[in-house]
């Protein structure tokens, strides 16, 4: 069974282009998280998705936005990117929202904004 | 506000040494605590799920406790594999989302 993949694995951008990242959740997986890790902030809430719909958001400002699709494929895009927007991009995925089941994560989209 | 802190932050011992690692934790409605192993450069990777005080699980050499306010991590004669970035995180109230501490970077010799 295939883990979560993410895509791409690692992305170079300048200041203020944007850039849109990928998650392919485990097959019957339907609840996708995004989070952010950076080494001061640690591992970061970004959004949650279900059914195509936003269900939770974290402390971000707008230029974080994602989406989700019918297959349950979701991805984020980050606008006007800002040198602190360079981090470590995860990620997870659960079987359904609001049951205790366990969350998996992918490899991350490393971003680097020059 | 909810909040998980670690300790320690980085720990380091010989292989055979056997330690503990610490997850406190305050929140409002825990549903659940999760522990996670991170290698460099890879995601999170899944270890336990605890969902009420006294529970406890075990894998191979690791062993998560959890009370009312903490858990932890047993590491029982570890070997220089079991080095790696351990993350604590929760599942609180009505919401999906996890809420992690810092970290605890294991470092294990031989």
């Known amino acids: 069974k295939a883990g979560v993949t993410q895509t791409p694995r690692y992305l170079i951008k300048t200041r203020g282009q944007q850039v849109t990242l990928s998650c392919s959740p485990i097959?019957?997986?339907?609840?996708v998280s995004w989070y952010q890790q950076t080494p001061g902030q640690g591992l970061q809430f970004l959004f949650e998705?279900?059914?195509?719909?936003?269900?939770n958001k974290g402390n971000f400002p707008g230029r974080f936005s994602g989406r989700q699709f019918s297959n349950s494929r979701s991805e984020m895009n980050v606008s006007t990117l800002e040198l602190g927007d360079s981090a470590l991009y995860l990620c997870?995925?659960?079987?359904?929202?609001?049951?205790?089941?366990?969350?998996?994560f992918g490899q991350g989209t490393r971003l680097t904004v020059v | 506000e909810d909040q998980v802190t670690q300790s320690p932050e980085a720990l380091r011992l010989q292989e055979g040494e056997s330690s503990s690692l610490n997850c406190s934790y305050t929140?409002?409605?825990?549903?659940?605590l999760f522990w996670y192993r991170q290698d460099p450069g890879k995601g999170p990777e899944f270890l336990f799920t605890?969902?009420?005080a006294g529970e406890e699980k075990e894998k191979e050499r690791l062993k998560a406790t959890l009370t009312k306010k903490e858990s932890f991590l047993h590491i029982t004669a570890p070997k220089p594999e079991d080095s790696a970035t351990y993350l604590c995180a929760v599942q609180a109230g009505n919401t999906d989302k996890l809420i992690f501490g810092t970290g605890t970077r294991l470092q294990v010799f031989p």
């Open positions: 997870a995925s659960s079987l359904l929202p609001g049951q205790n089941t366990e969350a998996f």
């Open positions: 929140v409002s409605g825990l549903r659940g």
């Open positions: 097959s019957g997986h339907r609840s």
């Open positions: 605890l969902y009420s």
């Open positions: 998705y279900f059914s195509e719909t936003q269900r």
